[in-house]
Protein backbone atom coordinates (compact mmCIF):
# COMPACT_ATOMS: atom_id res chain seq x y z
CA UNK A 1 0.00 0.00 0.00
CA UNK A 2 1.32 3.74 -0.89
CA UNK A 3 1.67 5.96 2.45
CA UNK A 4 -0.52 8.95 1.40
CA UNK A 5 -2.55 11.52 3.71
CA UNK A 6 -5.44 10.36 2.03
CA UNK A 7 -6.10 6.76 2.64
CA UNK A 8 -5.55 6.89 6.71
CA UNK A 9 -6.88 4.25 8.50
CA UNK A 10 -10.04 5.00 10.45
CA UNK A 11 -9.72 6.07 14.26
CA UNK A 12 -10.85 3.04 16.56
CA UNK A 13 -10.42 5.50 19.87
CA UNK A 14 -11.48 9.21 20.04
CA UNK A 15 -11.68 9.84 23.42
CA UNK A 16 -9.15 12.39 22.74
CA UNK A 17 -10.73 14.22 20.41
CA UNK A 18 -14.28 13.92 21.70
CA UNK A 19 -13.07 15.24 25.34
CA UNK A 20 -11.38 18.24 23.61
CA UNK A 21 -14.47 18.85 21.69
CA UNK A 22 -16.34 18.87 24.89
CA UNK A 23 -18.36 15.39 23.68
CA UNK A 24 -19.37 12.78 26.48
CA UNK A 25 -16.18 9.99 26.85
CA UNK A 26 -16.76 6.52 28.60
CA UNK A 27 -13.40 6.92 30.20
CA UNK A 28 -11.30 9.88 31.01
CA UNK A 29 -8.40 10.07 28.06
CA UNK A 30 -4.95 10.02 29.15
CA UNK A 31 -1.26 10.63 27.09
CA UNK A 32 2.20 12.12 29.05
CA UNK A 33 3.60 15.14 27.70
CA UNK A 34 7.36 13.50 26.78
CA UNK A 35 5.73 10.26 26.53
CA UNK A 36 8.75 9.27 23.85
CA UNK A 37 11.77 9.89 25.65
CA UNK A 38 14.83 9.54 27.88
CA UNK A 39 12.69 7.00 30.81
CA UNK A 40 11.88 3.98 27.73
CA UNK A 41 14.90 1.54 27.43
CA UNK A 42 14.15 1.28 24.20
CA UNK A 43 14.05 4.87 23.32
CA UNK A 44 17.90 5.35 24.90
CA UNK A 45 18.57 1.95 22.26
CA UNK A 46 17.74 4.17 19.51
CA UNK A 47 19.41 6.83 20.74
CA UNK A 48 22.56 4.82 21.19
CA UNK A 49 22.17 4.38 17.72
CA UNK A 50 21.14 7.54 16.20
CA UNK A 51 21.80 11.34 16.91
CA UNK A 52 18.89 13.18 18.62
CA UNK A 53 17.79 15.17 15.34
CA UNK A 54 18.59 12.50 13.12
CA UNK A 55 15.75 10.54 14.91
CA UNK A 56 13.62 13.52 13.84
CA UNK A 57 14.93 13.86 10.40
CA UNK A 58 14.24 10.60 9.75
CA UNK A 59 10.29 9.52 9.31
CA UNK A 60 10.80 5.86 9.99
CA UNK A 61 12.62 6.07 13.07
CA UNK A 62 10.38 9.51 14.52
CA UNK A 63 7.82 7.30 13.49
CA UNK A 64 9.32 4.55 16.01
CA UNK A 65 9.88 6.40 18.58
CA UNK A 66 6.73 7.60 18.79
CA UNK A 67 4.83 4.73 18.45
CA UNK A 68 7.15 2.71 21.55
CA UNK A 69 5.07 3.94 24.40
CA UNK A 70 1.90 2.53 22.72
CA UNK A 71 3.33 -0.35 22.48
CA UNK A 72 4.46 -0.76 26.34
CA UNK A 73 1.27 1.24 27.22
CA UNK A 74 -1.80 -0.16 26.69
CA UNK A 75 -3.83 2.64 28.41
CA UNK A 76 -2.46 5.76 26.92
CA UNK A 77 -5.00 7.68 24.68
CA UNK A 78 -3.26 9.76 22.47
CA UNK A 79 0.80 9.61 20.34
CA UNK A 80 2.55 12.91 20.11
CA UNK A 81 4.53 12.78 16.90
CA UNK A 82 8.37 12.76 17.85
CA UNK A 83 9.97 15.98 17.00
CA UNK A 84 11.27 18.93 18.97
CA UNK A 85 10.23 22.58 19.73
CA UNK A 86 13.68 23.94 18.50
CA UNK A 87 13.66 22.34 14.62
CA UNK A 88 11.63 25.72 13.75
CA UNK A 89 15.01 27.59 14.50
CA UNK A 90 16.62 25.47 12.92
CA UNK A 91 14.53 26.17 9.98
CA UNK A 92 15.22 29.72 10.01
CA UNK A 93 18.71 29.12 9.68
CA UNK A 94 19.87 29.06 13.08
CA UNK A 95 22.14 25.72 14.02
CA UNK A 96 20.80 23.45 17.39
CA UNK A 97 22.41 20.43 18.64
CA UNK A 98 22.02 18.18 21.25
CA UNK A 99 23.86 17.74 23.97
CA UNK A 100 23.89 14.59 26.09
CA UNK A 101 23.41 15.59 30.19
CA UNK A 102 23.05 19.61 29.22
CA UNK A 103 19.87 19.83 26.71
CA UNK A 104 19.62 22.04 23.69
CA UNK A 105 22.77 23.69 22.60
CA UNK A 106 23.10 27.01 19.39
CA UNK A 107 26.21 27.34 19.18
CA UNK A 108 25.24 31.28 17.74
CA UNK A 109 22.37 32.55 19.43
CA UNK A 110 21.02 35.85 17.95
CA UNK A 111 23.34 38.25 19.89
CA UNK A 112 21.99 41.57 18.66
CA UNK A 113 18.47 42.32 17.19
CA UNK A 114 20.40 43.23 13.80
CA UNK A 115 20.73 39.60 13.46
CA UNK A 116 16.93 39.10 13.03
CA UNK A 117 17.38 40.14 9.12
CA UNK A 118 19.35 36.40 9.07
CA UNK A 119 16.70 34.53 9.45
CA UNK A 120 15.66 32.68 6.17
CA UNK A 121 11.88 33.12 6.84
CA UNK A 122 11.22 32.42 3.08
CA UNK A 123 11.09 27.86 2.63
CA UNK A 124 11.40 27.75 6.46
CA UNK A 125 8.18 25.39 6.30
CA UNK A 126 9.37 23.41 2.96
CA UNK A 127 12.95 22.59 5.20
CA UNK A 128 10.26 20.93 7.51
CA UNK A 129 8.93 18.52 5.52
CA UNK A 130 9.90 15.87 7.23
CA UNK A 131 7.89 16.28 10.06
CA UNK A 132 5.41 15.98 7.85
CA UNK A 133 6.52 12.50 6.39
CA UNK A 134 6.75 11.41 10.02
CA UNK A 135 3.44 12.14 10.94
CA UNK A 136 1.72 10.65 7.50
CA UNK A 137 4.00 7.34 8.45
CA UNK A 138 2.46 7.06 11.47
CA UNK A 139 -0.92 7.90 11.22
CA UNK A 140 -0.49 4.48 8.89
CA UNK A 141 1.61 2.60 11.25
CA UNK A 142 -0.55 3.27 14.38
CA UNK A 143 -3.50 1.78 12.36
CA UNK A 144 -5.68 3.98 13.86
CA UNK A 145 -5.69 2.50 17.57
CA UNK A 146 -5.31 6.33 18.96
CA UNK A 147 -5.40 10.25 17.22
CA UNK A 148 -1.85 11.58 16.58
CA UNK A 149 -1.01 14.90 17.97
CA UNK A 150 1.06 17.35 16.22
CA UNK A 151 2.71 20.41 18.37
CA UNK A 152 4.72 23.63 17.99
CA UNK A 153 6.90 25.77 19.97
CA UNK A 154 5.19 29.21 21.12
CA UNK A 155 6.60 32.24 19.21
CA UNK A 156 7.75 33.71 22.61
CA UNK A 157 9.04 30.01 23.85
CA UNK A 158 10.99 30.16 20.79
CA UNK A 159 12.51 33.62 20.79
CA UNK A 160 14.21 32.85 24.53
CA UNK A 161 15.95 29.71 23.34
CA UNK A 162 17.00 31.53 20.26
CA UNK A 163 18.66 34.98 22.42
CA UNK A 164 19.89 32.31 25.53
CA UNK A 165 21.54 30.18 23.17
CA UNK A 166 19.78 26.95 25.55
CA UNK A 167 17.62 26.38 28.58
CA UNK A 168 18.26 29.53 30.86
CA UNK A 169 17.45 29.52 34.54
CA UNK A 170 16.99 33.82 34.63
CA UNK A 171 16.03 33.88 30.99
CA UNK A 172 18.31 37.14 31.52
CA UNK A 173 19.39 37.96 28.23
CA UNK A 174 16.07 37.55 26.14
CA UNK A 175 14.32 39.58 29.34
CA UNK A 176 16.97 42.41 28.31
CA UNK A 177 15.71 42.50 24.99
CA UNK A 178 12.16 42.49 26.15
CA UNK A 179 12.73 45.79 28.06
CA UNK A 180 15.15 47.30 25.55
CA UNK A 181 14.29 46.84 22.03
CA UNK A 182 10.20 45.62 22.57
CA UNK A 183 9.67 46.30 18.75
CA UNK A 184 12.30 44.37 16.94
CA UNK A 185 10.94 41.61 19.86
CA UNK A 186 7.51 42.14 18.43
CA UNK A 187 8.98 41.98 14.58
CA UNK A 188 10.31 38.79 15.35
CA UNK A 189 7.40 37.47 17.39
CA UNK A 190 5.49 37.92 14.55
CA UNK A 191 7.99 36.13 12.16
CA UNK A 192 7.50 32.99 14.14
CA UNK A 193 4.29 33.59 14.42
CA UNK A 194 3.56 33.59 10.10
CA UNK A 195 6.36 30.07 10.05
CA UNK A 196 4.41 28.65 13.24
CA UNK A 197 0.81 29.17 11.54
CA UNK A 198 2.04 27.28 7.81
CA UNK A 199 3.78 24.37 9.90
CA UNK A 200 1.04 23.52 12.00
CA UNK A 201 -1.43 23.51 8.84
CA UNK A 202 1.69 21.58 6.79
CA UNK A 203 1.04 18.95 9.54
CA UNK A 204 -2.81 19.08 9.48
CA UNK A 205 -2.41 18.52 5.75
CA UNK A 206 0.11 15.58 6.73
CA UNK A 207 -2.12 13.93 9.18
CA UNK A 208 -1.91 15.50 12.56
CA UNK A 209 -5.76 15.22 14.51
CA UNK A 210 -5.28 17.67 17.12
CA UNK A 211 -2.24 20.07 17.78
CA UNK A 212 -0.71 21.28 20.98
CA UNK A 213 1.26 24.61 21.23
CA UNK A 214 4.06 24.69 24.16
CA UNK A 215 4.34 28.06 25.83
CA UNK A 216 6.93 26.79 28.36
CA UNK A 217 8.86 29.78 29.13
CA UNK A 218 5.59 31.69 30.19
CA UNK A 219 6.64 30.89 33.50
CA UNK A 220 9.31 33.28 33.14
CA UNK A 221 6.57 36.30 32.20
CA UNK A 222 4.34 38.13 34.89
CA UNK A 223 0.97 38.53 33.84
CA UNK A 224 1.31 41.63 32.15
CA UNK A 225 4.59 40.72 29.93
CA UNK A 226 1.95 37.57 29.13
CA UNK A 227 -0.58 39.86 27.39
CA UNK A 228 2.14 41.49 25.77
CA UNK A 229 4.41 38.75 24.35
CA UNK A 230 2.78 36.03 24.22
CA UNK A 231 -1.11 36.25 24.37
CA UNK A 232 -1.59 38.22 20.91
CA UNK A 233 0.66 35.39 18.77
CA UNK A 234 -1.18 32.17 20.83
CA UNK A 235 -4.34 34.12 19.15
CA UNK A 236 -3.50 34.59 15.59
CA UNK A 237 -2.02 31.18 15.41
CA UNK A 238 -5.35 30.07 16.20
CA UNK A 239 -7.21 32.12 14.41
CA UNK A 240 -4.48 31.96 11.35
CA UNK A 241 -5.06 28.16 11.77
CA UNK A 242 -8.58 28.18 11.28
CA UNK A 243 -8.87 30.70 8.62
CA UNK A 244 -6.14 28.88 6.68
CA UNK A 245 -7.51 25.16 7.25
CA UNK A 246 -11.05 26.50 6.00
CA UNK A 247 -9.30 28.18 3.03
CA UNK A 248 -7.65 24.62 1.90
CA UNK A 249 -10.76 23.13 2.43
CA UNK A 250 -9.31 21.04 5.36
CA UNK A 251 -10.86 19.54 8.26
CA UNK A 252 -10.64 21.97 11.63
CA UNK A 253 -8.86 20.30 14.18
CA UNK A 254 -8.88 21.06 18.37
CA UNK A 255 -6.31 22.80 19.62
CA UNK A 256 -4.32 23.14 23.41
CA UNK A 257 -2.58 25.65 24.65
CA UNK A 258 0.40 24.58 27.45
CA UNK A 259 1.65 27.81 28.68
CA UNK A 260 3.64 26.13 31.84
CA UNK A 261 3.51 28.92 34.45
CA UNK A 262 0.55 30.30 32.79
CA UNK A 263 -1.47 29.65 35.73
CA UNK A 264 -2.07 33.56 36.43
CA UNK A 265 -3.71 34.40 32.95
CA UNK A 266 -6.23 31.49 32.96
CA UNK A 267 -8.69 34.10 32.75
CA UNK A 268 -7.26 35.15 29.32
CA UNK A 269 -6.36 32.04 27.69
CA UNK A 270 -9.82 30.82 28.17
CA UNK A 271 -10.49 33.58 25.67
CA UNK A 272 -7.74 32.54 22.65
CA UNK A 273 -10.40 30.18 20.77
CA UNK A 274 -8.20 27.35 22.17
CA UNK A 275 -10.21 24.02 23.13
CA UNK A 276 -8.17 23.00 25.47
CA UNK A 277 -6.25 24.60 28.16
CA UNK A 278 -3.30 22.48 29.21
CA UNK A 279 -2.48 23.39 33.15
CA UNK A 280 0.61 22.64 35.02
CA UNK A 281 0.67 21.06 39.20
CA UNK A 282 0.49 24.70 40.63
CA UNK A 283 -2.73 24.89 39.34
CA UNK A 284 -5.68 23.68 41.57
CA UNK A 285 -8.14 21.93 39.51
CA UNK A 286 -11.60 23.13 40.92
CA UNK A 287 -10.16 27.20 40.91
CA UNK A 288 -9.18 26.75 37.01
CA UNK A 289 -12.34 25.65 36.05
CA UNK A 290 -14.47 28.05 37.77
CA UNK A 291 -11.90 30.57 35.70
CA UNK A 292 -12.46 29.28 32.88
CA UNK A 293 -15.70 28.31 32.77
CA UNK A 294 -17.20 25.39 31.22
CA UNK A 295 -16.87 25.83 27.59
CA UNK A 296 -13.22 24.96 27.60
CA UNK A 297 -11.78 21.21 28.21
CA UNK A 298 -9.08 21.19 31.23
CA UNK A 299 -5.63 18.80 30.69
CA UNK A 300 -3.43 17.99 33.24
CA UNK A 301 -1.79 18.57 35.80
CA UNK A 302 -0.07 15.54 38.07
CA UNK A 303 3.39 16.98 39.22
CA UNK A 304 5.91 14.81 37.55
CA UNK A 305 7.84 14.24 40.36
CA UNK A 306 4.84 12.28 41.90
CA UNK A 307 5.58 9.42 39.34
CA UNK A 308 8.79 8.72 41.55
CA UNK A 309 6.46 7.69 44.29
CA UNK A 310 5.01 4.26 45.59
CA UNK A 311 2.13 2.69 43.47
CA UNK A 312 -0.26 3.16 45.83
CA UNK A 313 0.54 6.53 45.99
CA UNK A 314 0.78 7.57 42.21
CA UNK A 315 -2.53 5.68 42.14
CA UNK A 316 -4.40 7.49 45.05
CA UNK A 317 -2.74 11.09 43.58
CA UNK A 318 -4.09 10.29 40.17
CA UNK A 319 -7.36 9.24 40.81
CA UNK A 320 -8.04 12.32 43.55
CA UNK A 321 -6.76 14.65 40.78
CA UNK A 322 -9.21 13.16 37.85
CA UNK A 323 -12.09 12.98 40.70
CA UNK A 324 -11.37 17.08 40.92
CA UNK A 325 -11.50 17.87 37.75
CA UNK A 326 -14.68 16.16 36.59
CA UNK A 327 -15.16 13.22 33.48
CA UNK A 328 -16.33 16.39 31.76
CA UNK A 329 -14.19 18.15 29.34
CA UNK A 330 -11.04 16.70 31.39
CA UNK A 331 -7.31 15.09 29.22
CA UNK A 332 -5.09 13.36 31.85
CA UNK A 333 -1.82 14.33 31.80
CA UNK A 334 1.48 15.25 33.68
CA UNK A 335 1.56 19.05 34.64
CA UNK A 336 5.00 18.79 32.29
CA UNK A 337 6.80 16.35 30.56
CA UNK A 338 7.80 12.87 32.55
CA UNK A 339 11.54 12.80 33.57
CA UNK A 340 14.46 10.50 32.67
CA UNK A 341 14.76 9.02 35.50
CA UNK A 342 11.01 8.16 36.12
CA UNK A 343 10.39 4.16 36.68
CA UNK A 344 8.35 2.18 33.91
CA UNK A 345 5.74 1.43 36.43
CA UNK A 346 4.84 4.16 37.22
CA UNK A 347 3.77 5.18 34.21
CA UNK A 348 1.25 2.16 33.82
CA UNK A 349 -0.08 2.57 37.36
CA UNK A 350 -0.81 6.50 36.23
CA UNK A 351 -2.75 5.75 32.83
CA UNK A 352 -4.34 2.43 34.50
CA UNK A 353 -5.65 4.57 37.48
CA UNK A 354 -6.88 7.65 35.29
CA UNK A 355 -9.08 4.58 33.68
CA UNK A 356 -10.08 3.52 36.83
CA UNK A 357 -12.33 5.99 37.46
CA UNK A 358 -15.56 5.69 36.57
O1 LIG B 1 6.31 14.51 23.98
C1 LIG B 1 6.88 13.70 23.22
O2 LIG B 1 7.07 12.50 23.51
C2 LIG B 1 7.24 14.17 21.83
C3 LIG B 1 8.53 14.67 21.67
C4 LIG B 1 8.99 16.00 22.26
C5 LIG B 1 10.37 16.24 22.54
N1 LIG B 1 10.51 17.55 22.84
C6 LIG B 1 11.44 15.23 22.45
C7 LIG B 1 12.70 15.44 23.21
C8 LIG B 1 8.30 17.19 22.51
C9 LIG B 1 6.82 17.48 22.46
C10 LIG B 1 9.28 18.16 22.87
C11 LIG B 1 8.96 19.58 23.13
C12 LIG B 1 9.98 20.46 23.70
N2 LIG B 1 11.32 20.51 23.39
C13 LIG B 1 9.70 21.50 24.60
C14 LIG B 1 8.34 21.86 25.11
C15 LIG B 1 7.88 20.92 26.17
C16 LIG B 1 8.51 21.12 27.50
O3 LIG B 1 9.10 20.16 28.01
O4 LIG B 1 8.39 22.22 28.04
C17 LIG B 1 10.92 22.14 24.89
C18 LIG B 1 11.12 23.31 25.83
C19 LIG B 1 11.94 21.51 24.11
C20 LIG B 1 13.38 21.86 24.03
C21 LIG B 1 14.21 20.74 24.55
N3 LIG B 1 14.42 19.55 23.91
C22 LIG B 1 14.90 20.69 25.80
C23 LIG B 1 14.92 21.80 26.83
C24 LIG B 1 15.55 19.45 25.86
C25 LIG B 1 16.50 18.95 26.93
C26 LIG B 1 15.89 18.70 28.23
C27 LIG B 1 14.90 17.56 28.25
O5 LIG B 1 13.84 17.73 28.85
O6 LIG B 1 15.19 16.50 27.70
C28 LIG B 1 15.18 18.74 24.70
C29 LIG B 1 15.61 17.37 24.36
C30 LIG B 1 14.55 16.36 24.05
N4 LIG B 1 13.40 16.60 23.34
C31 LIG B 1 14.61 14.99 24.41
C32 LIG B 1 13.45 14.40 23.89
C33 LIG B 1 13.06 12.95 23.96
C34 LIG B 1 15.76 14.30 25.14
C35 LIG B 1 17.03 14.43 24.39
C36 LIG B 1 17.82 13.17 24.15
O7 LIG B 1 17.25 12.15 23.69
O8 LIG B 1 19.01 13.24 24.37
Not at 28 to 54: K, S
Request: net charge negative; proline share 6%; charged share 25%.
Amino acid sequence: MEYTNKNFPPLKNDRLLKAACGIEVDKVPVWVMRQAGRYLPEFQAVRAQHDFFTVCRTPELACEVTLQPLRRYEHLDASIIFSDILVIPQALGMTVEMHPGVGPVFPEPLKDISEIDNLKEDGAVSRLTYVGDAITLTRHKIEGKVPLIGFTGAPFTLMGYMIEGGGSKTMSKTKDWLEKYPKDVHRLLSLLTRVIIDYLVMQVESGAQLLQVFESSADHLSREQFIEFSVPYLKDIRNGIKAKLEEKQLDQVPMTIFAKGGGHSLDIQAEMGYETIGLDWTVDPVEARKIVGNNITLQGNLDPQDLYKTPEEIKKLTIDMVQKFGKHRYIANLGHGITPQTPLESMTVFTESVHEVV
